[in-house]
């Protein structure tokens, strides 16, 4: 077996372009959940809304790329709030049910037929990406040192999503150490409470959604941006249930938990994915136990065991703290 590709894999991963996108996600998961103690499980819908707003703003309409970009935050702001006045007065547990559900006609819309023209059906869209590349200043080469070492287009595309990520994390810090965090974390703790002070919950939990929205656009920016694609099936369910390992994997109510969860996540599915196909390759695994077609599904079944332990060892994950994840469902 070839372990010094199997750790290079895994070290390209800890950085890769798929951690920036899931850790913006959760970023964004964490102010709902983490912070306010909102069951959001359509955050898939957020990172769709960012993506699509770009590609359609570019490719279909014909405008700037800049113009993209406020159209994807603002769509995810508007959804945020059309989301966020019929149901934040919802029990937690119906909340869940109304995200999951919004974040499914989202994603059926844009891949419906009759939408083809604008949305690209279920093939999505390309052709929106050359003015954000046209930006990058590095020259044609490679980048990096050691395992880290990048094409100058996605040296380009590491650099902002990661700048995205601090940024959005240094946001989050900030908001959380204000008053404004201070009565957030209190309507988590004990809604009723916060209400017979004065404080306008509905409110707070509404501005909450809108900025935890607004992150995860940011990921469907890096998303869109690092495939040059769009197509609405990479926006299912699963993409939130990722987001919530993540988060948990990491700690919520933590500025860094989605971070490091972000990172241990894809390193983790990378050693596994490379360590399972070598050995079958090298027979180590017969195949009568398991394929190379199989390889993709085996992973996810042991990460899945590995966060069920986790869960039962540490629930608050690895930086969190287990008072955090004592939400009162009402």
């Known amino acids: 077996m070839d372990w010094a590709n199997i750790l290079t894999n895994a070290a390209r991963s800890m950085i890769g372009l798929e951690t920036i996108i899931y850790g913006l996600a959760a970023i964004g998961l964490n102010v709902h959940f983490g912070y306010a103690g909102l069951l959001n499980f359509g955050q ?14 570019v490719t279909i309409v014909g405008l700037p790329f800049w113009l993209g970009l406020v159209v994807g935050l603002v769509a995810a702001a508007i959804l945020a709030l059309l989301l966020g006045i019929p149901t934040l007065r919802l029990r937690a547990d119906y909340l869940a049910i109304a995200t999951i559900a919004t974040a499914e006609i989202v994603r059926i819309t844009v891949r419906s037929s009759s939408l083809r023209e604008y949305t690209g059906g279920s093939t999505g869209l390309t052709g929106f990406s050359d003015g954000f590349y046209d930006l990058n200043p590095l020259s044609p080469g490679t980048y990096g040192f050691g395992p880290w070492r990048f094409s ?11 700048a995205l990520v601090v940024i959005s994390s240094l946001v989050v810090w900030a908001l959380m150490r204000s008053p404004w965090g ?28 809108v900025i935890g ?4 656009a940011l990921a469907g920016f890096v998303f869109a941006l690092g495939r040059a694609a769009v ?6 369910t699963e993409f939130t249930f990722f987001a ?19 990172a241990i996540f894809w390193v983790v599915l990378s050693l596994t994915d490379n360590i399972l196909n070598q050995a079958v390759s090298a027979g180590y695994i017969p195949s009568v136990i398991m394929t190379g077609t199989q390889v993709g599904q085996v992973r996810f079944m042991l990460v899945g065991l590995a966060l069920m332990l986790l869960m039962i060892f540490r629930p608050q994950g690895i930086f969190g703290d287990k008072r955090e994840l004592a939400i009162d469902a009402r």
């Open 244 to 262: 919530y390992t993540v988060l948990l994997l990491g700690g919520a109510a933590r500025v860094l938990g989605p971070i490091v969860g972000a």
């Open 182 to 209: 201070r009565v957030l974390k209190g309507i988590r703790e004990d809604e009723d409470a916060v209400r017979s002070l004065g404080k306008n919950v509905f409110a707070y939990k509404l501005q909450a959604l």
């Open 231 to 236: 197509q609405p099936d990479l926006y299912g």
């Open 44 to 57: 898939a819908a957020f990172v769709a809304l960012g993506a699509y707003g770009l590609a359609i703003t």
């Open 152 to 162: 100058e287009r996605l040296s380009w595309i590491l650099i902002v999503g990661w």
């Open 213 to 216: 929205g607004i992150i995860g």
